[in-house]
């Protein structure tokens, strides 16, 4: 597609039931992240996916969390058992960068999706 | 501890009066420092990317600089439209990832 899409673009859960959030990346990204922006603070690296795998999932806040990337393309985020703490914008990013490959990614920088803001009532 | 700071929180400027945001950064190995605009309810656009210290790149009222402990966004002459939140971010040479500032609230009044 023409940029990244994320789905849903919002949603209202109750405190303990699980969520999937959805990332579709630009057509041909290798590389997958997904971040968190709580209100008012920067953005919180999750996780990353190089094809498939996940060389880097050192930012996932406990084990409700995961995700998982099919087809070196789409991506879900899952949380189980959610929390209030849990609420915040969840954001989706390609790059054409491959891993190790950082003159790829400073030249190109990431294109992120416009998140789904999830609240934990 | 590798980390990305951004000051001010929020600035609010008039229509035509310049100024600067300050990102500093404390990262080992330093591979890329970028800049993002954020407009509400969308993901960051990235802006800039630089490489070493004494880069400078330019999009239309928007300077990029970077030394070796920070790096400067210069808006000249801004007009409200460039109202949004800043967003600054490093990548370092082992990492697989970028580290984000909580950014800087940018508002300009007509």
């Known amino acids: 597609g023409a940029g990244v899409s994320q789905s849903p673009s919002n949603k209202v859960t109750e405190k303990g039931k699980d969520v999937e959030l959805r990332c579709d990346p630009i057509?041909?990204?290798?590389?997958l992240y997904w971040y968190r922006q709580s209100l008012g603070q920067g953005l919180e690296f999750l996780i990353y996916?190089?094809?498939?795998?996940?060389?880097?999932k050192s930012g996932l806040p406990s084990d409700r969390f995961s995700a998982e990337r099919t087809g070196g393309s789409v991506s879900t985020l899952t949380i189980q058992r959610t929390q209030q703490e849990d609420s915040a914008v969840y954001l989706c990013?390609?790059?054409?960068?491959?891993?190790?490959?950082?003159?790829?990614?400073?030249?190109?920088?990431?294109?992120f999706g416009s998140g789904t803001r999830l609240t934990v009532v | 501890e590798d980390q990305v700071t951004q000051s001010p929180e929020a600035l609010r400027l008039q229509e035509g009066e310049s100024s600067s945001l300050n990102c500093s950064y404390t990262?080992?190995?330093?591979?890329?420092l970028f800049w993002y605009r954020q407009d509400p309810g969308k993901g960051p656009e990235f802006l800039f990317t630089?490489?070493?210290a004494g880069e400078e790149k330019e999009k239309e009222r928007l300077k990029a600089t970077l030394t070796k402990k920070e790096s400067f966004l210069h808006i000249t002459a801004p007009k409200p439209e460039d109202s949004a939140t800043y967003l600054c971010a490093a990548t370092y040479s082992s990492a697989s990832k970028i580290i984000f500032g909580s950014g800087t609230r940018l508002s300009i009044r007509p």
């Open positions: 630089l490489y070493s």
């Open positions: 990013a390609s790059s054409l960068a491959l891993f190790g490959k950082l003159n790829n990614l400073a030249n190109y920088g990431y294109t």
């Open positions: 057509s041909g990204h290798t590389a």
């Open positions: 990262v080992s190995g330093l591979r890329g």
């Open positions: 996916f190089q094809g498939n795998s996940a060389p880097d």
